[in-house]
């Protein structure tokens, strides 16, 4: 069953903007790993609870179905509260200058007054959130997945410097592949409509 994305009137310039906040911890996504027979492997990691959180939307121009992606990272180990998830939208507002409907969950910060008082002032985005324990429908979970269990996996970084400079290498890849967006956009099998 599609899900269709109609929540935008067919403006000039109008974008669907879905977003989504993940932690990229020290502690590896292990794969696939090879050892001698009989030798279990070993992988070690000093501070496997250490992360850097990463906020991510993956844009849409309805007009000619353009895919692009930003993001943001935060310092070390610091969660999103409403002023920094205000600051990402906003950075994604003034870039793409046209009218939003923003898609993402409902967890407890997407509610709280900095971010309903900022909606209040900016009536050119409209916010649908996505149902309940539905996480499947947010393309941008596909994004971290591609990160997490695709380019990063195996990866055993023993600092967040060195995984920093992963991230920073490993996110502006994505953003340069519309393409790459476009079917991640429709593993869920999301729609666009007509």
């Not at 993402?104 to 324990?133: C, M, N, Q």
Request: glycine letters at 6%; a positive charge; aromatic letters at 10%.
């Amino acid at each position: 069953m599609a899900t269709t994305a109609r929540g935008c009137k067919r403006k000039a310039h109008a974008y669907l903007v879905f977003v989504d906040e993940a932690g990229f911890m020290l502690a590896p996504l292990v794969r696939r790993t090879w050892a001698p027979r009989g030798h279990t492997p070993a992988i070690r990691d000093s501070y496997p609870h250490e992360r850097i959180s990463v906020i991510g939307a993956m844009t849409i121009r309805l007009e000619d179905r353009h895919f692009g992606f930003h993001f943001h990272l935060l310092q070390d180990n610091t969660n999103f509260h409403g002023n920094s998830l205000v600051r990402f939208i906003e950075r994604v507002r003034r870039k793409l200058r046209g009218p939003i409907t923003l898609l993402w969950d409902s967890i407890p910060i997407h509610h709280g007054k900095p971010v309903t008082d900022y909606l209040a002032v900016h009536r050119s985005i409209v916010v649908e959130p996505f149902p309940k324990y539905a996480p499947e429908l947010n393309p941008v979970h596909m994004v971290w997945s591609y990160i997490k269990y695709g380019r990063l996996s195996n990866c055993c970084k023993n600092d967040l410097t060195r995984l920093r400079t992963l991230l920073r290498a490993e996110l502006p890849r994505v953003q340069k592949r519309p393409n790459l967006l476009a079917s991640l956009f429709s593993h869920p099998r999301l729609t666009l409509g007509n």
